[in-house]
């Protein structure tokens, strides 16, 4: 793929060779126009394309949303037209999608999850004394950060199992959603299966108290050993889910008729 960084309108791009380009040893076999500016793109996509038209080559104008010029140059009506070869890309609805947006806010997230389990256990009346875990996040060990960060990754897949979907929060003024008492126990179920899992994968042993630094849990047994009010401490943290993720700029949908209570779980 070759480059040509040049202003439009100009004598340069009025004049470039483009036959130097489509010579036998390096064939022009699609072009691309990239402007910030959606109306400058097209102009400029249209002069190109007129100059390549003889070969048939085709020519994609980048457009910063998929719409209005970019939904008319994909209309039915130009296929057999002399613009048949003319395309337009929406940038922001074709590459934000959610798994980018979510790559790019899972430590926010991670760290937002964090900040959620800090606030339900002080609520319990638990101290950084009691639960080392309970520190700022930059003080928290890598091996900790590490967990938050895998929750943060399992979130979407957490909230399809409960019948929801993750989306960026479009209007602000929206109040995080309450999940059913059926999605909160989807949710504390899938969430502690994931850390269960995690934990017996990193050697973790089942013990009357809790020691992170020898790797010991009391809750470190399925969901349906667990006691009934450590399922209950599990679906409160639940609860809470939303709203942390709101923090971060994301909402979540209910795909089914019943709405409820949010996820959140560290331990």
């Known amino acids: ?132 875990s309970l520190v700022d996040w930059d003080e928290l060990p890598e091996d900790v950060r590490q967990s938050n960060r895998r929750q943060a990754m399992a979130v979407r897949k957490e909230l399809a199992a409960a019948g929801c979907r993750l989306e960026p929060q479009r209007d602000w003024r929206e109040s995080p959603i309450e999940f059913s008492e059926d999605e909160s126990e989807v949710l504390a179920r899938v969430e502690h299966d994931r850390w269960y899992a995690e934990r017996r994968a990193e050697g973790w042993k089942k013990r009357p108290e809790k020691d992170l630094a020898r790797k010991i849990h009391p809750w470190l047994v399925p969901w349906d050993e667990l006691k009934e009010e450590t399922r209950q401490r599990v679906r409160g943290d639940v609860s809470t889910l939303s709203f942390a993720l709101a923090e971060v700029g994301f909402a979540i949908r209910s795909v089914s008729p019943v709405r409820g209570n949010g996820l959140d779980k560290e331990s």
Not at 47 to 60: G, K, M
Not at 89 to 108: C, H, K, N, P, Q
């Open 1 to 132: 793929m070759n480059a040509l960084d040049m202003e439009f309108p100009s004598a340069e791009f009025e004049k470039v060779d483009l036959l130097h380009f489509t010579n036998e040893r390096l064939p022009i076999t699609k072009a691309y126009v990239c402007f910030d500016n959606d109306s400058l793109s097209l102009s400029a996509a249209l002069s190109l394309h007129e100059r390549l038209r003889v070969d048939a080559v085709p020519v994609v104008a980048r457009m910063q949303e998929d719409a209005g010029l970019a939904t008319l140059l994909r209309r039915e009506g130009l296929a057999g037209s002399k613009f048949e070869n003319l395309n337009g890309f929406g940038l922001l609805d074709r590459t934000w999608t959610i798994e980018v947006i979510l790559s790019g806010a899972m430590e926010t997230l991670a760290r937002a999850l964090h900040e959620n389990y800090r606030m339900n256990r002080r609520a319990e009346g638990e101290t950084v004394e009691t639960n080392p």
